[in-house]
């Protein structure tokens, strides 16, 4: 079963400073796909950011981006610029193509003023 | 569009009581799923739906039932209700699997006393 850890439970960055959150992921496929969901205060789940594992490009929306690094498994997110608003639990997820969503343990993501 | 609704927002259970929780979707997609949050172990899937008339188990099925008689809907029962199953409860809806964004409801929290 495929499985994806996030190592940091707790997160904490400056307004205006950049942040990255770790996840990694354990698969024997070589065709899935990799999100980054936010869950802020509200509950409501959002996504962020999405990566094809067969692009070896980063994705990048704004101010998010990832660092997906295939070999290693190990999908990341960047936050530049953080903002207020950018506090809230980030998930990361995995999926096949055909496949069911799987979710980290989720990580923490404190602004401070 | 509202999107992925659920009703209700909070509920109270006592242990042994029956329940449904419900969810609908007005965007017509085909994929539809039901998954857990608890603290520290994000998201888990239950229970989900390729198409109407389909569904299959998730990674934490047992004490919940599911049906699919049309696009739209996806209900979750909870037959006897235990303490174990106090949790939050989304709902999510996507037009397929692969990179397809998933689309989630606001949640519904339960406690079982």
């Known amino acids: 079963a495929q499985t994806v850890t996030q190592s940091q439970p707790e997160m904490s960055v400056q307004e205006a400073e950049t942040v990255t959150l770790s996840c990694t992921y354990d698969t024997s496929e070589s065709d899935y796909y990799l999100f980054w969901y936010k869950q802020p205060p509200s509950r409501q789940m959002i996504l962020v950011i999405r990566q094809e594992a067969y692009k070896q490009q980063n994705a990048t929306e704004n101010r998010f981006s990832v660092n997906f690094q295939k070999a290693a498994k190990s999908f990341s997110l960047k936050i530049s610029d953080s903002q207020l608003g950018d506090a809230a639990m980030y998930f990361c997820?995995?999926?096949?193509?055909?496949?069911?969503?799987?979710f980290g343990q989720g990580t923490i993501l404190t602004v401070h003023p | 569009n509202a999107g992925v609704t659920q009703t209700p927002k909070f509920q109270v259970l006592k242990t042994g009581q029956s329940m449904t929780l419900q969810c609908a979707q007005d965007?017509?997609?085909?994929?539809m799923s039901w998954y857990r949050q608890d603290p520290g172990m994000g998201l888990r899937l239950i229970h989900y739906?390729?198409?109407?008339?389909?569904?299959d188990q998730g990674e934490v099925p047992n004490g919940y039932n599911v049906s699919r008689s049309t696009t739209e809907d996806f209900p979750l029962r909870l037959l006897s209700a235990a303490p174990s199953q106090t949790s939050v409860y989304f709902c999510a809806s996507s037009p397929g699997t692969g990179i397809h964004e998933q689309y989630f409801g606001p949640g519904t929290r339960l406690t079982v006393t």
């Open positions: 965007m017509n997609h085909e994929y």
């Open positions: 739906s390729v198409g109407a008339g389909i569904t």
């Open positions: 997820a995995y999926r096949l193509s055909y496949g069911k969503l799987t």
